[in-house]
């Protein structure tokens, strides 16, 4: 499931320009947060560029609105589920209390959790991906190295163990990560590794798909 919403983010984070937060900001600090009355689950780079920074990859219900438009029956399979029914954007302004952070979080870790542990080596068909024609970790291989491109950082040595982060923004207000008083920060399972031609493959060594 990991996969199959990534592919989905991704094309909002793969359109953007790397200066940019994300693909829609319109000024400096807006950073496609939550409209007023919303929250938003978004999926980042954490510490790319430098310490205590995020750098964006994706977030919901933007992807879910994309996916509307582009084909309403990959709805049906890319995105976290509530109530065994995929999740859909009025999800994000219903409230039992309207505007609680706490409550976003909750909601967030909810449909976040659902995907923090599947891999980054899929070729599956779907949103940002119709062709299956590349693997999700070679995509975010490709949107780190633009992230750091563009930082002027060096690029020789490829990127270890890159971790992938969860986030919630509520209402207009800053990104905070996605977070359980049992478990911490929602992070997915599995960190992101790219060689020096920055493409993907798995940080532990063993064996994945390469290309698809």
Do not use: H
Request: charged share 30%.
């Amino acid at each position: 499931m990991f996969t199959k919403i990534l592919v989905g983010v991704l094309l909002f984070g793969l359109a953007s320009g790397a200066g940019k937060f994300c693909p829609k900001e319109r000024r400096d600090g807006f950073e496609c947060r939550a409209k007023k009355d919303q929250f938003k689950c978004g999926i980042f780079f954490e510490d790319l560029v430098k310490d205590k920074e995020i750098k964006w990859i994706g977030a919901l219900p933007d992807a879910i609105s994309q996916t509307r438009r582009k084909n309403p029956e990959l709805i049906k399979t890319i995105f976290p589920k509530v109530n065994r029914k995929p999740v859909e954007e009025d999800y994000f302004e219903t409230w039992s209390s309207k505007c609680d952070e706490s409550e976003a979080n909750s909601k967030c870790y909810l449909l976040m959790d659902q995907i923090a542990d599947d891999n980054l080596d899929s070729c599956k068909k779907t949103v940002g991906n119709l062709d299956g024609d590349d693997t999700i970790g070679n995509q975010l291989c490709d949107q780190a190295r633009r992230f750091l491109s563009s930082a002027k950082k060096d690029l020789s040595q490829g990127l270890k163990n890159q971790k992938l982060t969860f986030y919630s923004s509520t209402c207009t207000g800053g990104w905070s990560p996605v977070t359980s008083t049992v478990s911490g920060n929602l992070v997915a399972n599995e960190k992101l590794c790219c060689d020096a031609a920055w493409k993907y493959y798995k940080c532990d060594g063993s064996d994945f798909v390469k290309s698809c």
